[in-house]
């Protein structure tokens, strides 16, 4: 994965604005040396079974990351989070690579729950968890500081039993 740093830095330099919205904390490796970093410590927490993450192509280009975080194992869930560039939204993308990651989820590492949280604003992240078979279990009510706001979170959750794969077999 550190050897995407460079196509990391460019995609987060052109999607400043929309990032800055939901993922503040990501606008910040829109260079090469701080993209290598994170990159490097990603590595680092996916060895260690602290994460998962995924970079999701278009053909060659990188257009975003999806991430496994919070994963228990005893009580069989994690937490996922994701982002697309905007260049790449509309065609099914994310809705594809999110199935794909969830297929591994709910199959290989026999989690039972999937969580995800976005703030109330986040339109397509709500959009893509309908799409998706997410139920929406309520709201955190100013769940997040976000750009110095508290916002609400919506959160959704989704059981291996009401998990449909249609679509799932991208490699993970």
Request: glycine share 10%.
């Amino acid at each position: 994965m550190p050897e995407h740093a460079e196509a990391l830095a460019a995609l987060v330099a052109q999607n400043r604005e929309p990032l800055q919205a939901y993922l503040p904390a990501v606008v910040q490796l829109d260079s090469f040396g701080e993209a290598q970093a994170y990159l490097q410590a990603a590595a680092a927490r996916v060895a260690s079974g602290e994460v998962l993450e995924w970079h999701v192509f278009s053909g060659t280009a990188l257009c975003g990351s999806i991430r496994l975080k919070d994963i228990d194992t005893v009580d069989r869930k994690a937490k996922i989070g994701y982002y697309l560039g905007h260049q790449f939204q509309g065609r099914g993308i994310a809705s594809a690579a999110v199935r794909a990651v969830l297929a591994h989820a709910f199959g290989a590492l026999q989690l039972h729950r999937i969580e995800l949280e976005c703030a109330a604003g986040n339109h397509a992240s709500i959009a893509l968890a309908e799409r998706l078979g997410f139920a929406h279990e309520g709201v955190l009510r100013q769940g997040e500081l976000l750009n110095g706001v508290f916002v609400d979170l919506h959160v959704f959750g989704l059981l291996q039993p009401d998990f449909v794969s249609e679509g799932a077999a991208l490699p993970i």
